[in-house]
């Protein structure tokens, strides 16, 4: 059974800084990974996905992820977020021997302030 | 591009009442979702659909089902409200094989008086 932790549950910084939200997985085998965000009433939308090659991958709007099989992580960043940044951002994972059951983590709050 | 359109957005009901939420989708995509979202808690997979007249359980199905009518259309049911129940409801699709990226509708919210 695969599992997904977000460390954090609420991170607050400032417009213009950069910032990393954390994710841990466990699983024995080979893995599809996956960030979605969420604003506020609104259902989630993808971000970015890992699976396989070079471990930086970038996704939309200056988001980018780093996989570290050693680590068992998949921690995204953005270097220079903006005020629109302010949402709740999960990470997910699926087995690849049945790619659909996708478990979510719990999610990080990103609080972007002026 | 496509959406995902789930009814209604709110939904009230009493306890011991069934409820049924609804899901369509015109991405032409093989398999949808239905995950439960609880303050806190994340989200936690209720039933998917990989195909027509396909249904497989998830973590949290006890209480609930589902059923796919036809390919763009999703539905599912609470066999028996839990009172003081609160939480999100959130329909996915997703194409056949290519399960690591879901598009999700704005989802249905539950109250239970």
């Known amino acids: 059974t695969q599992t997904v932790s977000q460390s954090d549950a609420h991170v607050t910084v400032f417009e213009g800084d950069s910032v990393e939200l954390r994710c841990n997985y466990s699983?024995?085998?080979?893995?599809?990974l996956s960030w979605y965000i969420q604003h506020h009433g609104h259902g989630l939308q993808f971000l970015l996905k890992?699976?396989?090659?070079?471990?930086v991958v970038q996704g939309v709007n200056g988001f980018e992820a780093e996989f570290s099989k050693s680590d068992s992580s998949f921690h995204l960043r953005k270097a220079s977020v903006h005020w629109s940044d302010s949402a709740v951002y999960f990470c997910a994972v699926s087995p690849d021997t049945n790619a659909y059951k996708v478990i979510f983590g719990k999610g990080t709050h990103l609080h972007v302030l002026p | 591009g496509g959406i995902i359109t789930q009814t209604p957005k709110f939904l009230i009901g009493q306890e011991g009442q069934k409820l049924t939420l609804k899901c369509q989708q015109n991405?032409?995509?093989?398999?949808m979702y239905w995950y439960r979202q609880d303050s806190g808690k994340g989200l936690r997979l209720i039933y998917y659909s990989i195909t027509e007249n396909d249904l497989q359980k998830g973590d949290l199905s006890e209480g609930y089902d589902a059923s796919r009518e036809k390919k763009s259309s999703f539905s599912l049911t609470v066999t028996s409200a839990q009172k003081n129940e609160m939480a999100v409801f959130l329909c996915?699709?997703?194409?056949?094989?290519?399960?690591?990226?879901?598009?999700f509708g704005s989802g249905t919210r539950l109250t239970v008086l």
């Open positions: 996915a699709s997703s194409i056949a094989g290519s399960a690591e990226t879901l598009y």
């Open positions: 699983y024995g085998g080979s893995i599809y």
């Open positions: 991405f032409n995509h093989d398999t």
């Open positions: 890992y699976y396989s090659g070079n471990p």
